[in-house]
């Protein structure tokens, strides 16, 4: 169990990432969500404790990995957004380095940790391929394999599909759910499809805040029977963002269709539309700009 109390963090040029962030996060698959500079990156950062926060706490099965950063970082796989330089060495030799460098110093157990990850990651067929040659969905593969090196107990990949093909993030995700099952798993992405893929608990982080906590099929059943859709002229958007709240609009074959969040039918014309996880970022975002806050459930 993860649990985040009042957590903010300010950099020194005066940008306010975090903004008391308070969250509890059980075993399972966690999906923080939020548009591009919400904090996520910068929240994912500290709970890997590469960073420390400007205030509040930290605690991982009740230990404070403020306190004792050691602690957590025995237990932890992290897959960050850019894993940085690929050397040309094998993904081996380099999976076979990195389980070193993470304490598994025992030679036939690493031998069989780094051929079971590899198996487990469909890379072992290329195994012996130089990691500057893979794909990108290779490459991050490679990096939940270095993730999972000495069987931590909490993982956190951020934005871990950005710019993988259907077919790569399909196999991301299976990856990732059998994983996901008894550890904590904290997945951080902009991309709602994957959390309503992969995700029990999630949140939206927006402007350093969390907006909306819950789990997204409850959180979705809130909002069934106030989204409305209807298919207009491009030339009628700003007639419609003017007098109803529009909180997301979408091309289908050249047309516009707009999503209206309303308690009634806001006019002749719309139809009940069932609400979906992309519904409840939208009306998270939307509620945000307009300042009328979120929702809990
Ligand atoms: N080292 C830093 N120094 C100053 N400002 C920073 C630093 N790192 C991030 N920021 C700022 O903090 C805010 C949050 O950034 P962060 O990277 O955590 O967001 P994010 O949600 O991960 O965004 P993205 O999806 O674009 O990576 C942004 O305004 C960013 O410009």
Same mark, same amino acid.
């Given at each position: 169990?993860?649990?985040?109390?009042?957590?903010?963090?300010?950099?020194?040029?005066?940008?306010?990432?975090?903004?008391?962030?308070?969250?509890?996060?059980?075993?399972?698959?966690?999906?923080?969500?939020?548009?591009?500079?919400?904090?996520?990156?910068?929240?994912?950062?500290?709970?890997?404790?590469?960073?420390?926060?400007?205030?509040?706490?930290?605690?991982?099965?009740?230990?404070?990995?403020?306190?004792?950063?050691?602690?957590?970082?025995?237990?932890?796989?992290?897959?960050?957004?850019?894993?940085?330089?690929?050397?040309?060495?094998?993904?081996?030799?380099?999976?076979?380095?990195? #389980?070193?460098?993470?304490?598994?110093? @025992? +030679?036939?157990?690493? $031998? =069989? *940790?780094?051929?079971?990850?590899? &198996?487990?990651?469909?890379?072992?067929?290329?195994?012996?391929?130089?990691?500057?040659?893979?794909?990108?969905?290779?490459?991050?593969?490679?990096?939940?394999?270095?993730?999972?090196?000495?069987?931590?107990?909490?993982?956190?990949?951020?934005?871990?599909?950005?710019?993988?093909?259907?077919?790569?993030?399909?196999?991301?995700?299976?990856?990732?759910?059998?994983?996901?099952?008894?550890?904590?798993?904290?997945?951080?992405?902009?991309?709602?499809?994957?959390?309503?893929?992969?995700?029990?608990?999630?949140?939206?982080?927006?402007?350093?805040?969390?907006?909306?906590?819950?789990?997204?099929?409850?959180?979705?059943? #809130?909002?069934?029977?106030?989204?409305? @859709? +209807?298919?207009?002229? $491009? =030339? *009628?958007?700003?007639?419609?963002? &003017?007098?109803?709240?529009?909180?997301?609009?979408?091309?289908?074959?050249?047309?516009?269709?707009?999503?209206?969040?309303?308690?009634?039918?806001?006019?002749?014309?719309?139809?009940?539309?069932?609400?979906?996880?992309?519904?409840?970022?939208?009306?998270?975002?939307?509620?945000?700009?307009?300042?009328?806050?979120?929702?809990?459930?």
């Amino acid at each position: 169990m993860l649990t985040i109390r009042n957590l903010s963090q300010t950099y020194p040029n005066g940008v306010q990432a975090l903004k008391s962030v308070t969250l509890d996060i059980e075993p399972g698959m966690f999906g923080l969500l939020g548009p591009n500079g919400a904090g996520k990156s910068t929240l994912m950062r500290t709970l890997a404790t590469l960073q420390e926060p400007t205030h509040g706490q930290i605690l991982f099965d009740n230990k404070d990995i403020l306190q004792n950063p050691n602690v957590l970082r025995q237990c932890l796989g992290y897959l960050p957004q850019e894993f940085g330089v690929y050397p040309k060495i094998s993904a081996y030799n380099l999976l076979d380095h990195l #389980a070193v460098l993470k304490g598994v110093l @025992h +030679k036939k157990e690493r $031998k =069989e *940790q780094v051929e079971a990850l590899l &198996q487990q990651t469909n890379l072992y067929q290329v195994r012996n391929k130089s990691v500057n040659t893979f794909s990108g969905g290779m490459r991050q593969r490679f990096g939940i394999a270095q993730a999972l090196l000495g069987n931590p107990q909490l993982i956190i990949v951020d934005e871990p599909t950005a710019g993988l093909d259907p077919e790569e993030r399909n196999r991301f995700h299976n990856l990732l759910s059998e994983i996901g099952e008894n550890i904590v798993v904290i997945l951080s992405t902009h991309i709602v499809e994957d959390v309503r893929q992969l995700c029990s608990k999630m949140a939206i982080l927006i402007a350093g805040e969390i907006k909306l906590y819950g789990s997204p099929n409850k959180l979705v059943e #809130a909002l069934n029977g106030n989204i409305w @859709h +209807k298919m207009i002229s $491009k =030339e *009628q958007l700003p007639h419609y963002q &003017q007098s109803m709240q529009v909180i997301s609009t979408r091309l289908i074959s050249g047309k516009t269709q707009i999503a209206v969040l309303a308690d009634y039918q806001p006019e002749l014309g719309f139809e009940p539309a069932e609400a979906d996880l992309e519904d409840v970022y939208f009306a998270t975002l939307y509620q945000h700009q307009h300042e009328k806050g979120g929702v809990h459930v």
